[in-house]
Nanobody
């Protein structure tokens, strides 16, 4: 089993930045595609960003492309989400997810992930 713990959420004003971290307990962290999803009140959980387990290819939702950056540090079993130019529309609970040797075709899908963190709240005020 893999445990994921998110941190770094908080309250920021529009235009500000936050960096989210997700610490994984996986014994073979490099075997996992790591993704970030978010869920706003009353909305479905949506894809934000992903980094592939093998190729390190990254992919972003159109809504965050150019503003958010996903990265991973395999020596620390940690994935990050750097969020810049935050907007009120980014307000949501952000979830870290891990998929064992995730398939390219499922990188942006909830179905591509086996483990989920508990989430961290990000609130962006006007």
């Amino acid at each position: 089993q893999v445990q994921l713990v998110e941190s770094g959420g908080g309250l920021v004003q529009a235009g500000g930045s936050l960096r989210l971290s997700c610490a994984a307990s996986a014994r073979t962290f490099t075997d996992y595609t790591m993704g970030w999803f978010r869920q706003a009140p009353g909305k479905e959980r949506e894809f934000v960003a992903v980094i592939h387990w093998s190729s390190s290819i990254t992919y972003y939702a159109d809504s965050v492309k150019g503003r958010f950056t996903i990265s991973r540090d395999n020596t620390k079993n940690t994935v990050y989400l750097q969020m810049n130019s935050l907007q009120p529309e980014d307000t949501a609970v952000y979830y870290c997810a891990a998929g064992f040797r995730g398939r390219v075709g499922l990188l942006a899908s909830l179905l591509g992930y086996d483990y989920w963190g508990q989430g961290t709240q990000v609130t962006v005020s006007s």
